[in-house]
């Protein structure tokens, strides 16, 4: 079942070129999903009281024209696969005339809360998604591969603003961490995130970057060098 919400870029959500901000359209489809999920009765306070969560596993990002500063786009979302432990589920954004600006495709992992592990979803945690096509697009692994050689980059500290309602660094943070370790005027046409583990407020976060010529990536790690989260973005300069 697609779910589609619509949105009117705003001053706060363009950088300096009046355009839409990656992370901008990254909360954007967040935004999307947790609205639908609690619109079909499977909200966040829901699955707490079942003792269950989606956490997101990973990201696969391309963008075809970033929308500017007042324009009308609209956001859809809908799950295309559930298997094992995982659900799968695509995104677009369009705008008036229906062009599509931008799809994504991410990965979920459903957990028990109370044992601390990924647990299978049962039919009442999925079956008011419903199922539709995945969008044509080509799909990336989910692994991202790790470069050889990488620069560490100034440490940072999770900070209270970056926190979400499950007390974890907001999934879009680590994109806007990662894109700060990016080289001024890069446009990012394709990006994927890996998420390893959840940072949570005040630790430590050492960003590690590798370059190759238009692909980077950003590595946030903790003090023991295992990643939070792996971000790979190719661009433009």
Request: proline share 5%; net charge negative; aromatic share 10%.
């Amino acid at each position: 079942m697609k779910y589609t919400i619509n949105k009117r870029v705003g001053f706060s959500e363009v950088g300096p070129d009046k355009e839409i901000k990656l992370t901008s359209m990254v909360n954007y489809f967040q935004d999307c999903s947790t609205f639908q999920s609690e619109d079909i009765g499977l909200g966040m306070d829901v699955l707490k009281e079942r003792g269950r969560v989606w956490v997101l596993n990973s990201w696969q990002i391309e963008v075809k024209r970033y929308a500017k500063m007042g324009e009308y786009v609209s956001v859809t979302t809908w799950a295309n696969g559930f298997s094992g432990l995982y659900g799968t589920r695509n995104f677009l954004m369009e705008d008036r005339n229906g062009e599509v600006l931008a799809a994504a495709n991410s990965i979920w992992v459903f957990m028990d809360l109370v044992k601390g592990r990924p647990a299978k979803p049962g039919k009442e945690d999925i079956e008011n998604y419903g199922i539709d096509d995945p969008y044509p697009m080509e799909y990336a692994p989910r692994k991202i591969s790790l470069p050889v050689e990488v620069k560490d980059k100034p440490a940072f500290y999770v900070k209270r603003e970056q926190i979400d309602p499950n007390h974890h660094m907001n999934n879009e943070q680590y994109i806007a961490e990662a894109l700060e370790c990016l080289p001024e005027g890069m446009k990012v046409r394709k990006l994927r995130a890996e998420y390893k583990k959840s940072a949570m407020y005040k630790d430590k976060i050492i960003p590690k970057v590798a370059e190759e010529e238009t692909r980077f990536v950003v590595e946030l790690c903790a003090e023991d060098g295992k990643p939070y989260a792996v971000i790979e973005t190719i661009g433009e300069k």
